[in-house]
């Protein structure tokens, strides 16, 4: 990326009472819709066909034109400025990418810089910072046209185009609607390892809750007609739908949802009592008294488990290597809650020893743990950019 | 009439240079006759060429203009393709005469009505083109923050470019064709020598004519083929 020193700083966008009327329809497209993205944030907009949410999204850049009510980029009327140039300002990607199939990817990434009057030498410069950014190797990609990509590479071209000039603020409109689902999860990672970085404004459209619960830091889900139904972090959306249309679009496993919300680390894990073979069993029963779980948990001389102990491996004067079963699954404090969820009905167990990033023993995970965190309020539950697992960036064959 | 007679009225237009006096009066086929009269044809086919060239290029520039006009005014497209649709039905001869009184016989007349011709082909190749760019394409352009002009000239007009390219491609070939009738208009060209009294009936004569002519459009039509290539170069990049 380039000189922090040099980057655009995010710009807080606010809807207010933002109405678009089209002659000769009764009902708005969008109806009075208030709300606030505050800087650096993702904001997406969801809810069913005919909702509004592109026709609110495209009122941003002026590819519509605002009726009634107006939306303040960084404090500032989108109406007083050019279309033109306010586009200019605005990274802009549609579901169709919309690549120019006649411009090789370094024009397609230097459109905005070249619109703008950059050098060539700054472009060029850019234009490889961009795709190595995006995860493509530029020596092989500037000359190529979009025909000979992949459709993931088309759109990481997209993404990079977008970003060109470094934009405050950035509209994505089903940005990952057009790619097969395993490449989709990948490029939505991708994008949120991204924006951890760049901290863009992003209003990010989809009709797919589950992508608006994965990428939101805050979601607006709108109905038809144009109506906003309720703005609110993911977690809140879950854990307490406003109306019953917003109950009815998240979904009947709205609980399950709010598991892919919270890591291992976001919640209260029960203790246990770890022990070495040969301790004296005493010390043991002790820490097993004052511990969450009952049982205790044989550990290796690096305090890495191994197996849950039986009853007779504490008969003796020493702890004997006798297990009931083997600690499995291990869970880590960086799984997602789902995830670790998953493991425990895998194995057809209740619980599994947690461990840190050095395999170290520092709690249980049990499914009393998990039930309690899902009906309790949420408190701690981290952002969007937080929640996506550190990866290489380049994972896509070229 | 018999072909000696003809020979004799002609004024020596089939005169027998090499003495061969039995092919031509057979109406044969006759290389060596071709061969000691190619120089007669040589000013009729630059005629031909000159009349092509400014004809097609005029209509070319003309028709790319009312294209995209019309491309920016969508209903300014109708009337424009029935107008150009119109001319296009009037019989070559008919609007020669008509022209007359206006410009006079002569390379002027030969080349409005030429340039006219070209307009049916090219302007709704233009304009179809312009519209079938992806919306999608035109979306981003617009998204990206491209006034009206800079896309047209930056995205659409090379995304159509294919399209008004073929036109151009057929205009031109249809061109030849029609400017070998030019003579009427007192122009010249390769018709002149194909008409020249009654020699239409000599068949060495058809076959350099006329093969001058087939010529010439295919020629053409490769030059506007290799233009498109060039100015096309994404079109051949196959995926990787």
Redesign the interface.
């Given at each position: 990326m380039q000189d922090p020193a040099n980057r655009s700083t995010a710009e807080p966008l606010e809807f207010r009472a933002a109405t678009k009327r089209y002659p000769g329809s009764a009902e708005p497209a969008v109806n009075a819709l208030s709300l606030e993205v505050p800087a650096g944030e993702i904001c997406v907009l969801v809810g069913p066909s005919g909702c509004g949410k592109t026709t609110a999204m495209r009122m941003v850049?002026r590819?519509i034109e605002i009726t009634e009510g107006d939306i303040l980029l960084g404090g500032r009327s989108v109406r007083d400025r050019k279309p033109?140039?306010?586009?200019?300002?605005i990274g802009?990607v549609?579901?169709?990418?919309?690549?120019?199939?006649?411009?090789t990817i370094a024009d397609n990434v230097a459109?905005?810089p070249k619109?703008v009057g950059w050098d060539k030498k700054r472009i060029s410069a850019r234009v490889d910072e961009l795709l190595e950014l995006v995860g493509l190797d530029p020596h092989v990609m500037r000359s190529?046209?979009p025909?000979?990509l992949s459709g993931g590479q088309r759109q990481r071209v997209g993404v990079a185009?977008a970003l060109a000039i470094d934009p405050p603020v950035m509209?994505m409109d089903e940005p990952f609607g057009a790619i097969d689902p395993i490449n989709r999860e990948r490029l939505q990672n991708e994008f949120l390892r991204l924006q951890a970085e760049l901290r863009k404004t992003i209003v990010f459209v989809t009709h797919d809750i589950d992508e608006a619960i994965k990428m939101g830091d805050r979601i607006a889900v709108m109905q038809v007609g144009g109506k906003l139904e309720q703005y609110a972090p993911p977690a809140e959306l879950l854990m307490a739908p406003a109306t019953e249309f917003v109950e009815d679009f998240v979904g009947a496993d709205r609980a399950l949802k709010r598991l892919a919300l919270q890591r291992v680390r976001d919640i209260d894990l029960w203790t246990v009592a770890t022990c070495r073979t040969g301790e004296p069993t005493a010390e043991v029963r002790q820490r097993v008294e004052s511990a969450d779980l009952d049982i205790a948990l044989l550990v290796d001389g690096e305090d890495r488990p191994v197996g849950w102990l039986s009853e007779r491996a504490l008969l003796g004067e020493r702890v004997r290597d006798e297990l009931r079963s083997r600690a499995d699954p291990i869970v880590e404090l960086d799984d997602i809650l789902r995830d670790a969820l998953s493991d425990l009905l895998a194995k057809e167990s209740m619980y599994g020893p947690v461990v840190d990033a050095e395999g170290r023993v520092v709690g249980v995970l049990s499914i009393q743990v998990i039930s309690h965190a899902v009906g309790s309020a949420p408190t701690a539950v981290p952002g969007p950019t937080e929640l996506v697992e550190a990866a290489p960036a380049q994972d896509e064959h070229q | 009439m018999s072909l000696p007679a003809i020979v004799a009225q002609s004024g020596g237009f089939v005169r027998d240079r090499a003495g061969e006096s039995s092919c031509v009066a057979d109406n044969g086929f006759c290389p060596s006759w071709i061969v000691d009269n190619i120089d007669r044809y040589w000013d009729p086919l630059l005629e031909h060429v000159v009349l092509v060239v400014v004809s097609v290029s005029l209509g070319f520039t003309i028709a790319l203009a009312l294209g995209l006009v019309a491309h920016r005014q969508r209903w300014l497209v109708t009337p424009l393709t029935g107008l150009t649709s119109a001319i296009y039905t009037i019989p070559s001869p008919a609007m020669f005469l008509l022209l007359l009184p206006l410009s006079g016989r002569g390379n002027l007349t030969a080349v409005i009505a030429l340039t006219a011709y070209t307009q049916v082909i090219i302007f709704r190749n233009v304009v179809n083109g312009l519209a079938g760019v992806p919306a999608d394409i035109v979306d981003a352009a617009t998204g990206t923050g491209m006034t009206a002009g800079q896309r047209l000239f930056r995205v659409e007009v090379p995304l159509a470019l294919p399209e008004i390219l073929a036109g151009l491609r057929i205009a031109a070939a249809t061109t030849v064709g029609l400017a070998a009738l030019a003579f009427l208009a007192g122009a010249g060209g390769l018709g002149s020598q194909l008409s020249t009294a009654s020699l239409i009936i000599f068949k060495s004569n058809v076959v350099v004519a006329g093969g001058l002519v087939t010529l010439l459009a295919a020629l053409l039509d490769l030059l506007v083929l290799g233009l498109q290539r060039r100015l096309t170069p994404w079109e051949r990049a196959v995926a990787a």
């Open positions: 850049n590819m033109e140039e306010l586009r200019r300002s802009y549609i579901q169709q990418i919309g690549l120019f199939p006649h411009r459109t905005v619109l190529r046209y025909a000979q185009r509209l | -």
